[in-house]
């Protein structure tokens, strides 16, 4: 589910933990001033599977960020969900 305020500033984006990898997005997922946030890995491998033109700009941010554990991303990301 997507929520978005009237302003269109903010975004939130609710999903359920039906597979193998969704379950594991949640139990690495941060506590971030008491919400649980995806990790930066978990971000790359969900925009890699969505596969859209508008995640390329975050898909760059995030694989420039230090000491992402690229063997869990591409476990993912050849794996599928």
């Known amino acids: ?10 975004l939130l984006e609710i999903q359920s933990a039906q597979t193998d ?16 946030v995806a990790s930066p890995e978990d971000l790359i491998v969900l ?6 033109s508008k995640d390329e700009v975050d ?4 694989t420039a960020l ?5 063997p869990y991303i591409e476990h993912w990301a050849t794996r599928g969900t």
């Open 21 to 36: 990898f969704q379950r594991e997005v949640v139990q690495r997922a941060r506590d971030e001033q008491g919400v649980k």
């Open 66 to 70: 230090a000491a992402l554990d690229w």
């Open 1 to 10: 589910m997507r929520f978005s305020s009237s302003d269109g500033v903010l």
């Open 59 to 62: 898909l760059r941010i995030l």
């Open 47 to 52: 925009k890699l599977i969505a596969n859209r």
